[in-house]
T-cell receptor, first 113, second 115 residues
Framework: GENVEQHPSTLSVQEGDSAVIKCTYS??????FPWYKQELGKGPQLIID?????GEKKDQRIAVTLNKTAKHFSLHITETQPEDSAVYFC????????????FGTGTQLKVEL | DTGVSQNPRHKITKRGQNVTFRCDPI?????LYWYRQTLGQGPEFLTY????????KSRLLSDRFSAERPKGSFSTLEIQRTEQGDSAMYLC?????????????FGSGTRLTVV
């Protein structure tokens, strides 16, 4: 089955700096890669996603890049704000697999004032 | 629409008891998923439904676990003879999945503590 590795496990940045979180996946049949933000006591919230036919996608301060050859994808957050502090999860799903997601282990992002 | 609703939010039960959780998905969504999340880990897939049909169950889902989605609307997840290892957050998600859209909406989860 699919295996997704995520790093770093914790990340601390100063407000206004950029944050980058990286993930690798094992199954070359994976074709959908979402990123979720989870705040304490809440369920994960989809913040951005990318499909395998696209190399990069942006949404305001958030961007995701995908390298299919290397089987890795990254989340980039620019101009970080305190409200960006949360746990971020990457995930992958395999084509034809019912869109069930395999998640990484999460990155605790802390944006310091 | 208020999103995906899960009840109860918290459940404390004694080992050996049965528990049932409910999930109300976004009304127009055709797929419903159950995941389990333990502390410090990402969610793990348990099972999913397309409309009322249960299409896949994870090997993580022992015979003590059963899920239903009657009439393709709300879903229930039952755990029989609970064990301490069942303590986790149980997350429900729904989606309208077609060729162009894959995104999930998760509920806030039910936190189960088995004592």
């Amino acid at each position: 089955g699919e295996n997704v590795e995520q790093h770093p496990s914790t990340l601390s940045v100063q407000e206004g700096d950029s944050a980058v979180i990286k993930c690798t996946y094992s199954d070359s049949a994976s074709n959908y890669f979402p990123w979720y933000k989870q705040e304490l006591g809440k369920g994960p919230q989809l913040i951005i996603d990318i499909r395998s036919n696209v190399g990069e996608k942006k949404d305001q301060r958030i961007a995701v890049t995908l390298n299919k050859t290397a089987k890795h994808f990254s989340l980039h957050i620019t101009e970080t704000q305190p409200e960006d502090s949360a746990v971020y999860f990457c995930a992958a799903s395999i084509r034809g697999g019912g869109n069930k997601l395999t998640f990484g282990t999460g990155t605790q992002l802390k944006v310091e004032l | 629409d208020t999103g995906v609703s899960q009840n109860p939010r918290h459940k404390i039960t004694k080992r050996g008891q049965n528990v049932t959780f409910r999930c109300d998905p976004i009304s127009e969504h055709n797929r419903l998923y159950w995941y389990r999340q333990t502390l410090g880990q990402g969610p793990e897939f348990l099972t999913y439904f397309q409309n009322e049909a249960q299409l896949e169950k994870s090997r993580l889902l022992s015979d003590r676990f059963s899920a239903e989605r009657p009439k393709g609307s709300f879903s229930t997840l039952e755990i029989q003879r609970t064990e301490q290892g069942d303590s986790a957050m149980y997350l429900c998600a729904s989606s309208w999945t077609d060729r162009t859209n894959y995104g999930y909406t998760f509920g806030s989860g039910t936190r189960l503590t088995v004592v």
